[in-house]
């Protein structure tokens, strides 16, 4: 590949990693204004992050236009093809962060014109190992450090062990009131789109895994674990 062509190729990625790190501060954006909606009891900021949710799926399509015109331009092989498909891959999860962030804007409307209820603070430490696993997942690409995305993949089981515990401990509570149950239910779809948020957070891992290392670690406890069984 001549050098000129070369370095368009690397003009071209750049954009496309730029457009895609602009994505990841907005949809973690919209899922803090979907947040301290929902805590603040502020229905404006609620209403601002299914707004912007749009503006999320906008650029997704135009980092999947870009992306196309870079595979068929430059017909890249071996890493630079793992970069371009692995970006690809990064942004369609973003994107579906923000759905959730818009989801959570949702069912924080609906909460707010409900009388407030003692347990919503219960919901604080499931949003903040959900936010930690987004950030350190998004550095890990950002650096194109596999390493630090091996471990930040592992903090997904901590959110997952976090969003049952809420929900247990809501179920118990909404056996104990027998008061009108609708905004307890509503917080068990937060936590949910929470625990879906780290989901793809730990997809973004494993894409940052794939590109820099050519390793598909999505199947690995699958396989490790029907090895155990047999």
């Keep these: 590949m001549h050098d000129h062509i ?5 003009a071209a990625l750049t954009t496309l990693r730029e457009q895609v790190l602009t994505m990841a501060s907005m949809a973690r ?13 502020d229905t404006d900021l609620c209403n601002a992050a299914i707004a912007a949710d749009q503006d999320v799926n906008d650029l997704e399509k135009s980092i999947d236009r870009l992306g196309m015109q870079i595979l068929l331009k430059f017909q890249p092989t071996a890493h630079d093809l793992r970069q371009v498909m692995g970006t690809i891959r990064v942004a369609n999860n973003l994107e579906r962060i923000s ?19 003692a347990e919503l603070n219960l919901i604080e430490p499931v949003y903040h190992l959900c936010a930690r696993n987004l950030e350190s997942s998004i550095l890990a690409f950002t650096a194109a450090d596999p390493e630090a995305a091996t471990q930040a993949r592992l903090l997904d089981k901590e959110l997952d062990a976090a969003e049952k515990a809420f929900d247990r401990s809501l179920l118990v509570i909404m056996e104990e009131r027998h008061s009108p149950l609708e905004a307890y239910l509503h917080l068990i779809f937060v936590a949910r789109f929470l625990e879906r948020v780290g989901d793809h957070a730990k997809n973004i891992c494993e894409d940052t895994i794939f590109i820099e290392k050519a390793e598909d670690v999505r199947f690995e406890k699958k396989r490790s674990d029907s090895s155990a069984a047999s």
């Design 6 to 10: 070369l370095t368009s190729f690397n």
């Design 29 to 41: 954006k919209n899922l803090a204004s979907a947040m301290r909606g929902l805590v603040e009891r």
């Design 99 to 117: 759905d959730q962030a818009s989801g959570i804007a949702k069912r924080a409307r609906n909460i707010n014109n409900l009388p407030e209820i």
